[in-house]
C-alpha cells in the first residue's frame, strides 16, 4: 500500500515572518494527522528556519531546487548535502519552471537527482507536458523523455526512493485541473513505464503525486485514482486552511 505524500511547493513565496507563521499554523493543525506524509518546500533561504519550527512535527522539510556538484567554486548554488545538513528530507526536481523558465535540461535533472539520492534525500521529480504538446497528441512521448532523461542510470533499490509529480504545465496556477480520469490516463502510463524499466515491484512502490491547481474541492476525486498516490500543491500550500482542506479531504 502506497501512503498518500502530501507536499507544499511554496515556490518564490513568503517572508521570513510569514513563513514561520505558516508553518507554525501547519504544525498545529495537522498535529493528528498520521494517514498520510506531509511534506513543505520553502524557498531556500528559509529551509532552515521553517525546519526549526516543524522540527520533531509530523511535517516533513524539502527545497525546491539544488545543485549536483560537491561543495565548490559554483557561485549562488546549494549543494545537496547542505539541504541535508538544515534538515531536508525531499527536493523537488525538475520542476516545469525551472525547465520551462530556466531552460533546465532532462540531463541536468538526472544529475542532480542521483546527487539527491547519493546525499540520502527523497527528489521529488517533476514530468508534465506543455498544453501545445498535449493537444498535439504527444502527452505520452514527452512524460517518456522526461521520466527516461531524468532517471538515466538511477538503479532499481534508488528508483524506489524516488516520487514522481506528473504536472501538466497547463493545469499549473492556472486554476484549470486536469480532469481525474486525464490525470489517471498519465500516471498509468508512468507507472507502466516505471514496470518496464524496474519492474512490476519497483513500479509498485513508487509514489506519483499529480500537482496542477489541486486545492480542497478537487483533491478526493483526483487521489482516489488507484495511481494518483498524492499531491504536489503550489497556490493551495500558502494558507493553512487551504493546504489542511487538501489533506483533510484525503485522510
Ligand atoms: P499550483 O502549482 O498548485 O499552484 O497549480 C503546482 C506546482 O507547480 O507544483
Known sequence: MRRLLIAGNWKMNMKLESAKELAQGLKEAAKD???????????????????QVVAGSNIGLGAQNGYFEKAGAFTGELEMAMLTDVGCQYVILGHSERRHIMGES???????????????????????????????????????RQFDGSFSGVSA??????VIA??????????????????QEVHEFLRGLIADRYGQEVADVVRIQYGGSVKAGNAKELLSKPDIDGALVGGASL?????????????
Open 239 to 251: 494558507k493553512v486552511d487551504a493546504f489542511m482542506g487538501i489533506i483533510n479531504a484525503v485522510r
Open 166 to 183: 506528473y504536472e501538466p504545465v497547463w493545469a499549473i496556477g492556472t486554476g484549470k485541473v486536469a480532469t481525474p480520469e486525464q490525470a
Open 106 to 144: 532532462s540531463e541536468l535533472v538526472n544529475q542532480k537527482v542521483r546527487a539527491a539520492l547519493a546525499a540520502g534525500l527523497t527528489p521529488i521529480v517533476c514530468v508534465g507536458e506543455l498544453l501545445s504538446e498535449r493537444e498535439s497528441g504527444v502527452t505520452n512521448d514527452v512524460n517518456r
Open 157 to 162: 533499490e534508488d528508483m524506489k526512493k524516488c
Open 33 to 51: 494527522v498520521s494517514e498520510v506524509d506531509i511534506a513543505i518546500c520553502p524557498p531556500s533561504l528559509y529551509v532552515e528556519p521553517v525546519g
